[in-house]
């Protein structure tokens, strides 16, 4: 799971996003030093992510794209969930996706103080590129791959992630809804966030847009 994801499972709570949001760069003893319901959206963070990591889904899905980028294929996967969330978005939010992200953005701008120094230096990136928007388009995804194999070790192969969303899109549409139902009951029963209930017309069948 991926930026957008991540924000979207925190529910409603302002200070559970701002935790969820930052966790990447919160380790060890450092987790003491945030108020107890940003502690609460950190701990919501890796809570996500072990759930994900151990999810056999997404471990079927992540093989799609081994032969590209190795034992990287997990971080590629959670980009490109975030493509599915963002496509399939208004079947779990009645508040619009561009709405939803201006809001976010309005809520990292507000909450600096709380955020590491390298998260506040890439807030003015990640809204430039209106980045949680982005993840809706092929090309935001590519964006986002070619970003992070730039700052990160992730192979510059995002041509090939691509190829495989193309290819595959159907069954990770599919795969991904199936996953994300899953998720959001663990977040409910593990932390008790309330998340929107999923509405699918016409019995699961949605087409994304490139």
């Known amino acids: ?18 935790g969820n949001f930052i966790a990447d ?3 060890g003893s450092h987790l003491e030093l945030y108020p107890d319901i940003i502690r609460k959206g950190i701990i919501v963070h890796r809570s996500i992510d072990d759930f994900t990591d151990h999810n056999p889904i997404v471990l ?57 120094l ?3 230096r890439m807030i003015p990136f990640l809204i430039e590129s209106n980045r949680l928007v982005s993840y809706r388009s092929i090309e935001g995804i590519r964006s986002s791959l070619a970003i992070m194999a730039k700052n ?16 595959n ?25 309330v998340l929107p209930e999923t509405i699918f017309p016409d019995n699961n069948q949605q087409s994304l847009s490139a």
């Not at 809804?177 to 998720?183: D, L, N, P, R, S």
Request: hydrophobic residues 40%.
């Open 1 to 18: 799971m991926n930026f957008l994801a991540h924000l979207y499972l925190s529910g409603n709570n302002e200070q559970i996003c701002i």
């Open 25 to 27: 760069w919160v380790k």
């Open 60 to 116: 079927r899905n992540a093989k799609l794209f081994k032969s590209g980028f190795g034992h990287y294929s997990s971080v590629v996967i959670d980009v490109v969930y975030d493509y599915f969330l963002a496509n399939l978005w208004d079947n779990y939010s009645t508040i619009n996706l561009p709405d939803f992200a201006t809001s976010m953005y309005s809520l990292l701008l507000r909450s600096r103080k709380y955020m590491p």
């Open 152 to 167: 990160t070790s992730l192979p510059e192969k995002h041509d090939f992630a691509i190829d495989v969303i193309l290819k």
């Open 169 to 193: 899109e159907e069954q990770l549409t599919y795969d991904f809804i199936a996953f994300f139902e899953q998720m959001k009951e663990h977040i409910s029963r593990m932390h008790g966030i």
């Open 118 to 120: 390298p998260v506040n």
